[in-house]
């Protein structure tokens, strides 16, 4: 059981399970009990759509990380090939610039 609780993000509370529902009632109306149940169950809804958000924004910030990958790459290549790098900014339609740098 420990190993599951550390694989959760820190906003997951950990669920509890109810292993005698008769001792679960005692002392409680069963509309309370499942209004706690309820809330408890949005909560989780919720954390699960911000999770699906999370992983989609990071998911879409995917090809732009690859790109900087391979960038990096190119860079490190040439560095060890003693090549001669161009770079080009372009910081609005009219005005750029280009360098050129060797190692």
Do not use: C, W
Not at 37 to 50: F, G, H, K, M
């Amino acid at each position: 059981m420990a190993a599951d609780t550390e694989s959760l993000p820190p906003t997951v509370p950990t669920a509890k399970f109810i292993k005698n529902v008769e001792d679960y009632l005692a002392g409680r109306t069963p509309e309370a009990a499942i209004q706690a149940l309820d809330a408890n169950y949005r909560n989780y809804r919720l954390i699960e759509r911000n999770l699906l958000q999370s992983k989609a924004r990071q998911m879409g910030k995917l090809p732009e990380i690859q790109k900087a990958e391979e960038a990096v790459a190119l860079l490190m290549r040439k560095r060890d090939e003693a090549q001669e790098v161009s770079i080009a900014r372009i910081y609005n339609h009219d005005i750029s610039q280009r360098r050129s740098k060797k190692p």
